[in-house]
């Protein structure tokens, strides 16, 4: 398995504004993944974010409202942009240890609530 | 589009007592399935992972068996504990075309053990 970080865990935020959410891997994976979970929701696929390529965004999701980097094997980043109340989830960082089994594994989550 | 569908959505049972959670998906060309611990306000956490060659797999109290033919996946939990209590998910997982990995998950069956 792997140790996966995130900052922050949450965060109160206001209308209009942007969150950066951040993702450190204690060791180096090539898959990672950003999902959302909405309140009383299941995980909601938004990005893939590979090292070395273009983040692939799912049906609904663009990279204007979500950007997102991967600067390095350990670390990525997402942004929430222009945020409004309906962003308020909870957002999960994921990545694949073993492209044999394909298991995948989630950070703890932040929580964003937006006002 | 896969669907995964988890029944039932809540479950209470005393201690002791053994029990299944059921999981069905539509779309049997899957790449393996893995079920998730999630606890209120965190992260998710991966309890066992059953590859689409594979019947089940084993890990402590925890049974998950894989049908793929009839679409369906279950959870046992042996000698419940009341720190089994917890929100159980199922996740289904394919093979994209670039050579990812996507997860569609249930919504979930949350458990209360009552001591």
């Known amino acids: 398995s792997a140790v996966i970080s995130q900052k922050p865990s949450r965060d109160i935020c206001q209308r209009g504004t942007s969150l950066t959410i951040q993702c450190q891997v204690d060791s180096q994976v090539t898959m990672m993944f950003w999902y959302r979970q909405q309140p009383g929701q299941s995980l909601t696929l938004i990005a893939t974010a590979n090292q070395g390529s273009e983040a692939t965004y799912e049906s609904g999701f663009v990279i204007d409202k979500f950007p997102i980097s991967r600067p390095n094997l350990t670390f990525s980043t997402l942004t929430v942009s222009n945020m409004s109340p309906e962003d308020s989830s909870i957002y999960l960082c994921s990545v694949g240890m073993n492209t044999n089994t394909g298991e995948l594994f989630f950070g703890e989550g932040s929580r964003l609530t937006v006002l | 589009k896969q669907e995964v569908t988890q029944i039932p959505a809540a479950l209470s049972v005393p201690e002791g007592e053994n029990l299944v959670l059921n999981c069905s998906f539509t779309d049997s060309a899957i790449y393996n399935l893995q079920w998730f611990r999630q606890d209120p306000g965190k992260g998710l956490t991966s309890l066992l992972l059953?590859?689409?060659?594979?019947r089940e797999q084993t890990s402590g109290r925890l049974n998950a068996s894989l049908d793929k033919s009839s679409g369906r996946s279950t959870l046992y939990i042996a000698a419940s504990q009341p720190g089994d209590s917890a929100t159980y998910l199922c996740a289904a997982q394919r093979l994209t075309g670039a050579g990812s990995y996507q997860l569609t998950f249930g919504k979930g069956t949350k458990l209360s053990v009552i001591p």
């Open positions: 059953i590859q689409s060659s594979q």
